[in-house]
């Protein structure tokens, strides 16, 4: 639909990756709930960064996840209370907080990365290989224009 000064908005990247976005998020989060796990969507995008690079410190985590500090310690906190993370002190920095995830954390993040790729799987359907690496690769330079 053209707006009458020309705008697109089903041409527009912005709206199409929101909608993308809170559809997927709503679908992982109903999985979960689904098969009673005691995480959100928004949860396991924070832990899924530790699933990959367990022992992260907090600030990094919220860059990755593109979360202000104060909404990650929340985060962090709520994930540490379900007892599927554990925060240590930082080696070289007191006020620094490393974050690992813990066993019960580990064993509930390789079911829910199950159920999560089957989800992508579903999405990704009749799109090629080929496709979805261009997808990846604007999605890449448009978030690193962004940063800047």
Same mark, same amino acid.
């Given at each position: 639909?053209?707006?009458?000064?020309?705008?697109?908005?089903?041409?527009? !990247?912005?709206?199409? =990756? *929101? #909608?993308?976005?809170?559809?997927?998020? %709503?679908?992982?989060?109903?999985?979960?709930?689904?098969?009673?796990?005691?995480?959100?969507?928004?949860?396991?995008?924070?832990?899924?960064?530790?699933?990959?690079?367990?022992?992260?410190?907090?600030?990094? !985590?919220?860059?990755? =996840? *593109? #979360?202000?500090?104060?909404?990650?310690? %929340?985060?962090a906190a709520g994930l540490e209370e379900l007892g599927l993370i554990?925060?240590?002190?930082?080696?070289?920095?007191?006020?620094?907080?490393?974050?690992?995830?813990?066993?019960?954390?580990?064993?509930?993040?390789?079911?829910? =990365?199950?159920?999560?790729?089957?989800?992508?799987?579903?999405?990704?359907?009749?799109?090629?290989?080929?496709?979805?690496?261009?997808?990846?690769?604007?999605?890449?330079?448009?978030?690193?224009?962004?940063?800047?």
């Amino acid at each position: 639909m053209r707006s009458s000064s020309g705008y697109n908005l089903e041409q527009s !990247l912005g709206h199409l =990756t *929101s #909608r993308f976005s809170r559809l997927l998020l %709503r679908r992982i989060s109903a999985a979960f709930a689904q098969h009673d796990f005691p995480i959100t969507a928004d949860q396991y995008a924070f832990l899924v960064q530790l699933w990959a690079h367990d022992g992260l410190p907090q600030g990094v !985590l919220a860059e990755k =996840t *593109s #979360r202000d500090k104060t909404t990650m310690a %929340r985060l962090a906190a709520g994930l540490e209370e379900l007892g599927l993370i554990v925060r240590q002190q930082g080696p070289d920095d007191a006020r620094e907080r490393l974050i690992f995830l813990s066993e019960q954390g580990k064993a509930l993040m390789a079911e829910a =990365t199950g159920l999560v790729q089957e989800i992508l799987t579903v999405a990704q359907q009749g799109i090629e290989p080929a496709q979805l690496e261009i997808c990846r690769e604007v999605l890449r330079r448009a978030y690193r224009n962004l940063q800047q």
